[in-house]
């Protein structure tokens, strides 16, 4: 079955960065947008960006716009996100979707911004 798995997470200070990856099998991964999601204890899960299936057309949240980058590697079925300038409020745990008409979910990855 589809399996999309998440890495990448850990601690890191206010002003650090980190680098997530998302790890596609089992479907055609060139044919599906891919996003990122995060969602904090005792919070929604809140959309970060997304990306479509060429990689032409990136879109963000205004909480992390111009320190999130997402961008993909079909070649490597892979989706990343650079996170830049990270702040205590970015703390969540860290999920990645595909979707076309279906969607899948990865498992997640944990994310905390802490000094």
């Known amino acids: 079955q589809v399996q999309l798995v998440e890495s990448g997470g850990g601690l890191v200070q206010p002003g650090g960065s980190l680098r997530l990856s998302c790890a596609a099998s089992?479907?055609?991964?060139?044919?599906?947008?891919m996003s990122w999601y995060r969602q904090a204890p005792g919070q929604e899960r809140e959309l970060v960006a997304s990306i479509s299936s060429y990689g032409s057309t990136t879109t963000y949240a205004n909480s992390v716009k111009g320190r999130f980058t997402i961008s993909r590697d079909n070649a490597e079925n892979t989706v990343y996100l650079q996170m830049n300038s990270l702040k205590a409020e970015d703390t969540a745990v860290y999920y990645c979707?595909?979707?076309?008409?279906?969607?899948?979910w990865g498992q997640g990855t944990q994310v905390t911004v802490s000094s």
């Open positions: 089992r479907f055609t991964f060139s044919s599906y947008a």
């Open positions: 979707k595909a979707f076309r008409v279906d969607w899948y």
